[in-house]
């Protein structure tokens, strides 16, 4: 009995030193992130670029994601590049870094600010940014997901060539689900993208024919 006892209470002893362990991280991180994102919403881009020993010291992918984005806020204009290079395209990485750790807690300078930035950077050109607002569509779910699909109407208007170039790279189960987004279109802006997209049939590759036809049937 008292070898049960011994044992029930090292059970526990173990639970509630690793739940004590992980809060005390978790408190640690939290912190650091609001000091870092105080940092970028005030514009104190040198104070924020101090920390880059720190922050990749860390070793922890919340924090260099945090990162990024908060250089990006500081000065859009000197970071923008590595922002879109840093963004995610995998679930853990949109929901649980950027959604849960960052928009939840209202660091950024409004809500969802990072999933309409990469929109943004998406709608002048930028093709990687272009896949990152797709892909991120894909991998998304809730209001996240509803901020991409926002995007997508404007970027296929403004950047249909590299959009088509794009969504060629994309399985097409994968992208059926990105022209959902194409709904919130008038028939006259759904007739006008078919008409600038089909233009482009005889200069571009096999796979992006293949994306052309199959908006040329949505309705």
Same mark, same amino acid.
């Not at 978790?26 to 912190?31: G, H, K």
């Not at 802006?189 to 993208?193: F, N, P, S, T, V």
């Not at 997209?197 to 482009?200: A, C, G, R, V």
């Given at each position: 009995m008292r070898y049960a006892i011994a044992f029930v209470l090292f059970f526990y002893f173990i639970v509630y030193s690793s739940f004590a362990v992980g809060n005390g991280t978790?408190?640690?991180?939290? %912190?650091f992130l609001k000091k870092m994102f105080n940092y970028a919403n005030t514009g104190n881009l040198k104070a924020l670029e101090a920390l880059k020993t720190e922050v990749f010291g860390q070793r922890n992918k919340t924090l260099a994601?945090?990162? =990024?984005?908060?250089?990006?806020? %500081?000065?859009?204009?000197?970071? @923008?590049? *590595?922002?879109v290079e840093a963004f995610p395209v995998n679930f853990e990485g949109i929901m649980y870094d950027l959604y849960e750790q960052i928009e939840l807690t209202r660091l950024t300078p409004s809500f969802l600010?990072?999933?309409? =930035?990469? &929109? =943004?950077?998406?709608?002048? &050109?930028? @093709? $990687?940014a272009i896949e990152k607002v797709f892909r991120g569509y894909i991998y998304s779910d809730g209001v996240v997901? @509803?901020?991409f699909c926002e995007s997508i109407p404007g970027v296929f208007i403004k950047q249909?060539? $590299?959009t088509v170039s794009v969504l060629s790279r994309i399985d097409k189960e994968d992208r059926q689900r990105d022209y959902l987004?194409?709904?919130t279109l008038s028939p006259e *802006?759904?007739? *006008?993208?078919k008409k600038n997209?089909?233009?482009?049939m005889p200069t571009v590759s096999t796979q992006e024919r293949q994306v052309i036809r199959e908006i040329m049937e949505l309705k």
């Open positions: 978790m408190t640690d991180n939290d %912190a994601l945090a990162y =990024s984005l908060a250089l990006y806020i %500081a000065s859009p204009n000197i970071y @923008e590049r *590595q922002y600010y990072s999933v309409e =930035s990469i &929109g =943004s950077i998406a709608k002048k &050109g930028d @093709e $990687k997901s @509803e901020s249909a060539q $590299k987004c194409l709904s *802006q759904l007739a *006008q993208l997209i089909e233009k482009l």
